[in-house]
């Protein structure tokens, strides 16, 4: 079993940055992603990583601004966001799963408690 812990969300100004990380424990070498929900929307893909690092895919509203990165020697995933927006205000979760990518929700996924980023305009 895989147990994810979302850390690094907070409130920033916009055109500000954060920097999201989601520890694992147990098994590491899955394929990450991660997603963000917003009050009464569904819970969206933006974006994903090889087990390896060494492939990535991004929705496009946060293309060119969000980076994906994972270390497996630390167990971590992280998620670089710059540029944010006020329309980047969501609670974003990080997702493990079997296989790459990892783009939808599916019930075979682990995924951690959430962090909240809010961006003021």
């Known amino acids: 079993q895989v147990q994810l812990v979302e850390s690094g969300g907070g409130l920033v100004q916009a055109g500000g940055s954060l920097r999201l990380s989601c520890a694992a424990s147990?098994?590491?070498?899955?394929?990450m992603g991660w997603f963000r929900q917003a009050p009464g929307k569904e819970r969206d893909f933006v974006a994903t990583?090889?087990?390896?690092?060494?492939?990535?895919r991004y929705a496009d509203s946060v293309k060119d601004r969000f980076t994906i990165s994972r270390d497996n020697a630390k167990n971590t995933v992280y998620l670089q966001m710059n540029s944010l927006k006020p329309e980047d205000t969501a609670v974003y979760y990080c997702?493990?799963?079997?296989?790459?990518?990892?783009?939808?929700?599916?019930?075979?996924?682990?995924w951690g408690q959430g962090t909240q980023v809010t961006v003021s305009s």
């Open positions: 997702a493990a799963d079997r296989q790459y990518p990892v783009v939808v929700v599916r019930t075979s996924q682990y």
């Open positions: 147990g098994r590491t070498l899955y394929a």
């Open positions: 990583i090889h087990w390896s690092g060494g492939l990535t």
